[in-house]
């Protein structure tokens, strides 16, 4: 096998014609010999370059619509052939095949057809068969073969060309064979994953998932664990598709924080009016909705304005300049919103290392999709947590039906609980968060903290008592045990809604109605963990 191998022969066909133009021109200018097909070849011709047709060199014409066109042995011989083999060499020679030393070929834009939503024999018709073949074929042959699959490679390989006098390394080869072979294994998770959806299957037999570069990160949650980012091309906006528009570059916290945030904010569709979450590793310290977006950002801080500092900012609505310069006075690592108009960009432009990533748009509430997690030895997959509840939904268990207002504290504490890490205990005043408790082994534990950081907002904040008082209540799961209810009643929380299902609901009720609580079951439980 050598090290370098001279470029005379190219096979070009692509969906996604970017750049192709010129690219091919400048192989053209190198003496390559050009085979194309179908479109490509005539896109080809008509930028006046010599080409040759596939069908030319396997003696048959594209067939059944395009669907037979590349699957030959004067196609795939050229590809897989060993030139260092005299066996090889020979079926070459008595077959009248010639070698083919570079493939371009980008595939049918499956993904983007069913991102638009066609319908299922569209869809059919946009998996590609003979680009993943010859792709294959190339990329097993790279001792031999160039395969450029992404229209970005372009570039580098006109380069190594220019460098190595019209020949390319070993290394650069095996590197776009890496490349092609992650492009065929994704596409073939997006078909299995569409098809998976398409027949109702919830638990395929194989399961597969894929994603493309989009940076590589300086570490992972620490200075010793390497890290990437990787996007799944989904779509839909996110932190994934976000634009950053100033700042350092995003660490691994940074997105898994930021995506918390957004996630949470877009239950809150932004016609419904201006919502703020704050987020410190992963868990929201203050979430408020109001009239004015810097109303709502000012309440979502005072909550827990300690935890703030350092924290990832999440808003449902374009950034204003006045909310954007009420942020600028506390060290915030990331802002994320719709959009930021002039003023606001202007304000951030004097702080160079907050980060500010914007959006088209904000997610639908509820909008479903897969959770995937990896584990020792495999990975669990389920449903995200599109579950919501509205005041219909819930039932009543207590003697005392909530009043209007604590309704709706139930229902926004409710919400943000679902953001919150189990065991999660959430306290709520007029729309805004005042006490959050997370991720602690007990209930109880974090009815406590949420009423402790009551608390310190009312020391904070110079009020007479604790916001907690009068205020509204959301556990996550079902209390299993009186005390940890008992623990928000002593903090001066009037109403409660929880799951239910305890075999303890009854002491439960008995308890809240002792102490006076309006008290509501969900019969929907929101552990995140």
Not at 59 to 87: I, S, Y
Not at 293 to 314: H, K, M, P, W
Not at 402 to 417: C, I, K, N, Q, Y
């Amino acid at each position: 096998m050598a090290d370098l191998v001279e470029l005379r022969r190219a096979l070009i066909s692509v969906s996604d014609k970017t750049g192709l133009e010129p690219f091919a021109k400048a192989l053209a200018a190198r003496g390559v010999e050009l085979l194309s097909t179908g479109g490509t070849a005539d896109g080809l011709r008509a930028a006046g370059l010599e080409v040759t047709d596939v069908a030319d060199v396997t003696g048959f014409p594209e067939m059944m619509d395009g669907r037979v066109k590349t699957l030959h042995p004067a196609v795939h011989g050229g590809l897989l052939a060993l030139r260092d083999n005299p066996g090889h060499v020979a079926d070459l020679e008595a077959h009248g095949i010639a070698p083919i030393d570079l493939l371009i070929v980008n595939l049918y834009p499956f993904e983007r057809t069913v991102a638009g939503g066609a319908g299922y024999d569209e869809c059919i018709e946009n998996i590609d068969i003979g680009g993943p073949a010859m792709i294959r074929a190339a990329a097993k042959n790279h001792a031999y073969v160039s395969v450029v699959t992404d229209v970005e490679d372009y570039d580098a390989l006109l380069k190594e060309l220019d460098q190595q006098g019209g020949k390319t390394r070993f290394d650069f080869r095996r590197g776009l064979a890496l490349t092609a072979y992650a492009r065929t294994a994704a596409y073939d998770a997006a078909v299995s994953t569409w098809m998976a959806e398409a027949a109702g299957e919830a638990a395929p037999r194989r399961r597969a998932f894929a994603g493309t570069l989009k940076q590589t990160l300086r570490y992972g949650e620490n200075p010793h664990q390497a890290a990437a980012f990787y996007v799944d091309g989904s779509g839909g906006p996110g932190v994934a598709t976000a634009k950053q528009l100033q700042g350092k570059e995003l660490s691994y916290n940074n997105i898994n924080d930021t995506d918390a945030a957004f996630g949470l904010v877009a239950e809150f569709p932004p016609e419904d009016g201006p919502a703020c979450v704050i987020v410190k590793h992963a868990n929201p310290c203050g979430v408020a909705r109001a009239g004015t977006l810097v109303e709502a950002y000012r309440q979502a801080l005072v909550c827990d304005a300690t935890s703030a500092f350092g924290g990832i900012i999440a808003l449902n609505q374009p950034l204003d300049g006045k909310t954007a310069s009420e942020i600028a006075d506390i060290f915030t690592e990331v802002v994320i919103a719709p959009g930021a108009d002039a003023e606001a960009r202007a304000v951030f432009d004097k702080k160079q290392n907050l980060r500010l990533l914007v959006t088209e748009a904000v997610p639908r509430p509820g909008q479903g999709g897969l959770a995937v997690r990896q584990v020792g030895g495999g990975f669990l997959v389920q449903d995200a947590d599109a579950g919501r509840v509205s005041a219909g939904d819930l039932k009543v268990v207590t003697e005392r039906a909530p009043s209007d207002g604590e309704m709706r504290d139930l229902l926004f504490a409710w919400t943000v609980a679902k953001h919150v890490k189990s065991n999660a205990i959430v306290y709520a005043k007029d729309g805004a968060t005042v006490g959050i408790g997370a991720g602690q082994m007990s209930r109880v534990d974090s009815s406590t903290i949420a009423a402790l950081k009551a608390r310190r907002m009312a020391e904070e904040q110079g009020m007479s008592e604790s916001p907690a008082v009068g205020s509204a209540v959301a556990s996550d799961a079902f209390f299993p045990f009186p005390d940890g209810l008992l623990a928000a009643a002593e903090a001066g929380a009037t109403a409660v809604i929880q799951p239910g299902g305890s075999m303890r609901d009854e002491h439960v009720i008995a308890a809240a109605d002792k102490a006076g609580l309006a008290m509501v079951f969900t019969g929907m439980r929101h552990f995140r963990h």
